[in-house]
């Protein structure tokens, strides 16, 4: 299993941009496809972003589609999120997430391996 570790969250004002990384440790990275989900308070877990082995093709949810670009690059096992234009709405805690049949999908359950999360603070 891949071990993944999230970084790039913090406090930002609404118009803002952050950039978050996922860095994984297993050797067979470009096998996974990878995806960002995130979760406030007392909401579920929703997708954010995912992205298939190669790079290849990505899906987003509608909420943040033409704002947030999800890219990997498999050579450095890192997978990032680009947010910009970033909203109050899109304050949640962010989780980094494989499958390792490279296959994506928008259920939580069908992911094989998560970071512990990285905050996102958007204020008005």
């Given amino acids: 299993q891949v071990q993944l570790v999230e970084s790039g969250g913090g406090l930002v004002q609404a118009g803002d941009s952050l950039r978050l990384s996922c860095?994984?440790?297993g050797r067979t990275f470009s096998s996974y496809a990878m995806a960002w989900f995130r979760q406030a308070p007392g909401?579920?877990?929703?997708?954010?972003?995912?992205?298939?082995r190669s790079g290849g093709s990505a899906n987003y949810a509608d909420s943040v589609k033409g704002r947030f670009t999800i890219a990997r690059?498999?050579?450095?096992?890192?997978?990032y999120l680009q947010m910009n234009?970033?909203?109050?709405?899109d304050t949640a805690v962010?989780?980094?997430?494989a499958n390792k049949f490279g296959n994506i999908?928008?259920?939580?359950?069908l992911y094989d391996s998560w970071g512990?999360?990285?905050?996102?603070?958007?204020?008005?």
Wanted: proline share 5%.
């Fill in 23 to 25: 860095a994984a440790s």
């Fill in 43 to 52: 909401k579920e877990r929703e997708l954010v972003a995912a992205i298939t």
């Fill in 73 to 79: 690059d498999n050579a450095k096992n890192t997978v």
């Fill in 85 to 89: 234009s970033l909203k109050p709405e």
């Fill in 94 to 97: 962010y989780y980094c997430a």
């Fill in 105 to 109: 999908y928008d259920r939580p359950t």
């Fill in 116 to 124: 512990q999360g990285t905050q996102v603070t958007v204020s008005s």
